[in-house]
């Protein structure tokens, strides 16, 4: 069955880079997007940006822009998310999750990124 | 952007209650709407999808209805594992924006 599996939790400096990871299980990866959705401590939910696994094409939130890369390798069915500058605003779940018709079907468990000098 | 809200942002019910939470949209978004339950801890879980269409497993108590700028999620008869945060969501376009939630606890 469809299951997406996240990189662990990551404690970061300010001024830094995360990378996390979400790898695809029991579907096609090239069929769908890649979405990532973060939430922060007791906060709503916030889309990041999706990439296409057919084509590669990818779509930022203004807010993330220039900050944030979304990649994604096909011969393993994994999906990445990297964010830079990283301040304390930054702490969240980052979820990634897959994009069906442009809503959301399956979900990975989350990756925790805490943000702390 | 499309700016989603919901309301309430906060519900107080009972075991059996009918529920009806309202999301609007800043413009029209056709029936590209989605609804999500969220508990504690978890991610999200697909409820809706296309304003009204119930995700295969989803209980049928949960319904969804709305076009254009006004969306409701109604639970017709509460059940203790429905208390949890419910999230709207639109795909009319980009950037894709969900509403703030609604927390929706035991009376």
């Known amino acids: 069955q469809v299951h997406l599996e996240q990189s662990g939790a990551e404690i970061k400096k300010p001024g830094t880079s995360v990378k996390v990871s979400c790898k695809a299980f029991?579907?096609?990866?090239?069929?769908?997007?890649m979405t990532w959705v973060r939430q922060a401590p007791g906060q709503g939910l916030e889309w990041m940006g999706g990439?296409?696994?057919?084509?590669?094409?990818?779509n930022y939130a203004p807010k993330f822009q220039g900050r944030v890369t979304m990649t994604a390798d096909t011969s393993t069915g994994t999906a990445y998310m990297e964010l830079t500058s990283l301040t304390s605003d930054d702490t969240a779940v980052y979820y990634c999750?897959?994009?069906?018709?442009?809503?959301?079907?399956?979900w990975g468990q989350g990756t925790l990124v805490t943000v702390s000098s | 952007d499309i700016q989603m809200t919901q309301s309430p942002s906060a519900l107080s019910a009972s075991v059996g209650d009918r529920v009806t939470i309202t999301c609007r949209a800043s413009?029209?978004?056709?029936?590209?709407l989605a609804w999500y339950q969220q508990k504690p801890g978890k991610a999200p879980n697909l409820l809706i999808s296309k304003a009204s269409t119930l995700q295969s497993g989803v209980p049928s108590r949960f319904s969804g209805s709305g076009s254009g700028t006004e969306f409701t999620l109604t639970i017709s008869s509460l059940q203790p594992d429905d208390f949890a945060t419910y999230y709207c969501?639109?795909?009319?376009?980009?950037?894709?924006?969900f509403g703030q939630g609604t927390k929706l606890d035991i009376k």
């Open positions: 969501q639109h795909y009319n376009g980009y950037p894709r924006t």
């Open positions: 990439i296409s696994g057919y084509n590669g094409i990818i």
């Open positions: 413009q029209s978004i056709s029936t590209w």
């Open positions: 029991g579907y096609t990866f090239t069929d769908f997007v």
């Open positions: 999750a897959r994009g069906y018709n442009d809503f959301f079907d399956y």
